[in-house]
């Protein structure tokens, strides 16, 4: 599994669509007052979908509903070619980190929904997991002088898809069972008792779950900005009856057509999951 797009409610798609693309080197696909869509600009399927919101923003932050959506770059030239464009349009950044798996640089949209622009380091260097653990995770003071040294002549945003969503949640644990029994993820770590992060293949994660800010929260309104919905894809089509049925058993929304099941995560977060291959492994 793998998550294969993201869409999102907006106060005012041109003015996000601009940001989006100026911000993470995503390709314009095409769109309207009402509804765009971007790509990697060397082709591929969409990876980010704008949809205006009824009630504009900006997004509520003590609210279940989207931490941040996270882009991710092929190498560090690319993460380093996203910097420089930070830079050059002074946008200001809200975090840089140092994940030991990945390297990471934050930010607000236009309505305060978080993004996160990171790489991934070879695998052959994660750091062997504590006891208990799937994978070794923290969160580390970033050097951004080496990731902006790396972003050579002309870099830009190919081969940039969505790596992982990171959910604000009511409820940890309840969250966590969605995930691994409905959905089918592991849970690979936590940090402490509010924040998990589950993946599919031994990734560090696909999805993250923390209620820092949203413990006993309603989910985002469905008129205002946030998370309209997460499309997860899987490489096997026969996968979705198997997911199906695992929803059933663990009383989870279900419903969809041929090639595509839908549900809701516990908080009321619509989830789609596909028959779609990764352009990345």
Known sequence: MHVARIALRVSDVGRSTDFY?????????????????????????????LRRA?????????????FHTAFRYPGRD?????????????????????????????????????????????????PPPAPGERVRMDTLPLDLDPILAAAAPGAGAEGIEIGHVH?????????VRFWTEAIGLELMTRFGAD?????DGGYHHHVGVNAWFSRGAELEPADGPG????????????????????LEAAAAPVGGSAGRVETKTPDGTPVAIEASVRSHP
Not at 54 to 66: F, Y
Not at 167 to 175: P, Q, T
Not at 195 to 199: D, E, N, V
Not at 227 to 246: C, K, N, Q, T, Y
Request: no cysteine.
């Open 195 to 199: 924040a998990a992060f589950l993946a």
């Open 167 to 175: 959910l604000k949640v009511a409820d940890v644990e309840r969250s």
């Open 78 to 126: 690319g993460l380093g070619a996203a910097l420089r464009r930070l830079a050059e349009a002074r946008q200001p950044l809200t975090g840089a980190s140092d994940h030991l798996v990945s390297e990471a640089l934050y930010l607000d949209d236009p309505d305060g929904l978080g993004i996160e622009l990171y790489r991934d380091r070879p695998r052959s260097e994660w």
């Open 54 to 66: 009824a009630r504009p923003g900006p997004a509520p932050r003590r609210a279940a509903g989207l």
């Open 21 to 49: 693309s100026r911000v993470t080197g995503l390709a314009v696909r095409g769109g309207d007052d009402d509804a765009a869509s971007l790509g990697a600009p060397d082709g591929g399927p969409a990876r980010l979908e």
């Open 227 to 246: 998370l309209d919905r997460v499309v997860v894809g899987v490489d096997d089509p026969d996968a979705l009856e198997r997911l199906r049925g695992r």
